[in-house]
């Protein structure tokens, strides 16, 4: 049995001849002849399948992986061989996880979880960050997560840099949101999730995670390649039963530029290691974007793949009412939109900044433009006011 991995490699010397380097660097050998190596390289060496107009597949024996360690995985798959000289550019592009996946449980909580858990089943999910990012209090972050709530969303999560700083700590944080959610609930008829980033050191995290259970707790948030895969693994696997929001913050380091790591490979081990939402990107707004990479990692999170529940895709990043349907026109129901600045931006404030994205996401639906449909909508029509059309 063989884990396959594909790369791109951009280099002047003879494709063929750097990937045996590779395959070698990242199984039994190194940059010299060893002896000892002829005994172990027929079993566990790493062998080049194929090396052509700058693809490179290459398959590495199951024996070699530590089944249910995503780090030495990692080492293997995309360690040393970024550092090797002469190269032009190298990225990882895919993995086939075959031979491994017996040993991961996936997602406890899918798609159809979640929509169940909210009573929400013929549209997108539509959620949002607390903004300011940093520097509210307690009290205030709650308040701001009582007005997404009254506005109708599905869910509230915390920034990426947001975690127990002093200025906020998580569990004042979180008992004052949750508490305010609970009283929105009564008024709006259907919850609201929150995802409270849990986000620490390994020593810590499962421990901050159960605690924020403890407390009330419906949905927990972790930065998956700041804090690791086996953050989310060991979290998934410690009985805390919520579902884990997952943010990719950092993932420019490793998607972007010649050297890194695609998404769709993040994806994969994301689903593998029991993540709810991911964030994978837009096809409209703020950053920079692989449209071939976003196609690929939606289907990975939601496409039948070893019993493992299907994952949300969070749709995140400059998005606002206008561009509603550029990306569900991709996406289609089965995704997360995820506004920050787009919904507390609004000129009438947060809830008037939720209806708007439900009534643009609504417009998309009856295949209405939105300049029409902002007629007998005013929070829209303010939207595209401040917005542009």
Known sequence: MMVRATYHVE?????????????????????????????????????????????????????IFEPVNVPQILSVVAGNLFGLGGLKALRLEDVDFTPLLKHYKGPRFGIQDVRKYLGVYDRPLIGTIIKPKVGLSPKRTAEVAEQAALGGLD?????????????????????????????AEAVVGKPCLYAVNVTAGA??????????????????????????FSAVQAINEAGINLPIHVHRTMH?????????????????????????????????????RNISDIDRSRDILREPWNDFKPMFPAVSGGIYPQLVKANLDHYGIDCILQ???????????????????????????????????????????VALKKWGH
Not at 155 to 183: G, H, N, S
Not at 218 to 228: E, K, S
């Open 11 to 63: 280099v002047e010397a003879p494709l063929e001849k750097v990937a045996k380097e590779i395959a070698a660097e990242q199984s039994t050998g190194t940059w010299t002849d060893v002896p000892a190596e002829r005994d172990v390289h027929e079993k566990l060496g790493a062998r080049v399948v194929s090396a052509k107009e700058g693809t490179v597949v290459i398959d590495f024996p199951a024996e």
């Open 155 to 183: 869910l509230i999560k915390d920034d990426e840099t947001l975690t127990d700083q002093a200025f906020c700590p998580l569990e004042e944080r979180l008992t004052a949101v949750m508490d305010k959610l609970d009283k």
């Open 203 to 228: 020593d810590k995290i499962v421990e901050r995670a159960e605690r924020a259970k403890e407390l009330g707790a419906n949905m927990i948030m972790v930065d998956i390649l700041t804090a690791g």
């Open 252 to 288: 420019g380091a490793l998607t972007r530029g010649a050297f890194g790591i695609s998404m769709p490979v993040i994806a994969k081990l994301t689903r593998m290691v029991g993540g709810t939402n991911l964030h994978i990107g837009t096809y409209s707004g703020k950053m920079e």
């Open 339 to 381: 506004a920050g600045g787009g919904i507390h931006g609004h000129p009438e404030g947060t809830i008037a900044g939720a209806k708007a994205m439900f009534q643009a996401v609504e417009a998309w639906k009856k295949q209405a433009p939105l300049p029409e449909y902002a007629k007998a909508h005013h929070e829209l029509a």
